[in-house]
């Protein structure tokens, strides 16, 4: 049996993630190299794994848009689409997995979700534990 012990990691500082940007840093862990992607959405932060959850891509490292959502009318046709404001998706670069960076959870099919990382931020610094 193999014993871990979480570890904290000073990954930066909190102005280095700005509201809806991110900071995307490689922690050597010992025995591992993680990468971490941390996003700040309405002042909280959140953080992921970088490894998509389609095939291993860099998720936390793709695109920051808000989900796209159709507006329809009264019999289900298109009025076009609009930005939700509401919420901020990161989009993986590979194959465009979407995932909702306060959840890490592609919105429709959410079987397919980053691995969260604990993120806190102390004294104007964030941490992040392994
Ligand atoms: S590896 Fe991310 S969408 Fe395919």
Known sequence: MTTTTARSFDVGASTDV??????????????RTVTVGVFRFRG???AYENVCAHQGGPACQGRIVSRVRERL???QGSLGTVFDE?????VCPWHGFEYDVTTG???????YALR???????????????
């Open 86 to 90: 509401d919420t901020m998706h990161i």
């Open 18 to 31: 700005p509201e809806r940007g991110r900071l995307v840093v490689a922690i050597d862990a010992g025995a």
């Open 105 to 111: 959870r592609h919105p429709g099919r959410p079987d």
């Open 44 to 46: 909280r932060l959140f």
């Open 73 to 75: 009318d009264a019999e």
């Open 116 to 130: 969260p990382v604990a993120v806190a931020e102390e004294g104007g610094r964030v941490r992040v534990t392994l």
